[in-house]
């Protein structure tokens, strides 16, 4: 089987870190993927909300380089999660990131140093 996912969004609002029990950084990263299409004569549109879980010094980098509105390319697979809530089962579809690649990127003031500037990619292997 093969599940490989690769999307461009713009994030949602901030990511969102967490730590697992052993120390692990888990970040999601909410984003917004916009897609046209024609239907007749008319355009349409619609937008995706998927988010993105990172782990590891990738998760980190996010949390402290990403912001509401930025630009990413995501690469991962696809993973369905379910839950119960107050008797009612749900479900999520999320991408498990192994790759995020900053697409957008603020011009450089000359009052910023170049330790600063977020890496182009950065990439980290799911822990578990």
């Not at 461009?8 to 730590?19: F, Q, S, V």
């Not at 697992?20 to 970040?27: D, L, Q």
Request: charged share 30%; with cysteine.
């Amino acid at each position: 089987m093969f599940n490989r996912i690769i999307l461009i969004g713009n994030l949602t609002r901030d990511p969102e870190i967490r730590y697992t029990p052993s120390g692990v950084a888990v970040a999601t990263v909410p984003i917004a993927v916009n897609s046209r299409y024609r239907q007749g004569d008319e355009m349409k549109e619609e937008t995706l909300f998927i988010d993105a879980v990172v782990f590891g010094k990738q998760a980190e980098v996010c949390t402290q380089y990403l912001n509401k509105g930025r630009t990413v390319l995501v690469e991962g697979r696809l993973r369905e999660r379910r839950w119960e809530y107050e008797g009612q089962k749900k479900s999520k579809f999320e991408i498990i990131a192994s790759n995020i690649r900053f697409l957008s990127r603020k011009e450089a003031t000359e009052t910023q140093d170049a330790d600063h500037i977020p890496p182009e990619e950065y990439t980290d292997l799911e822990p578990f």
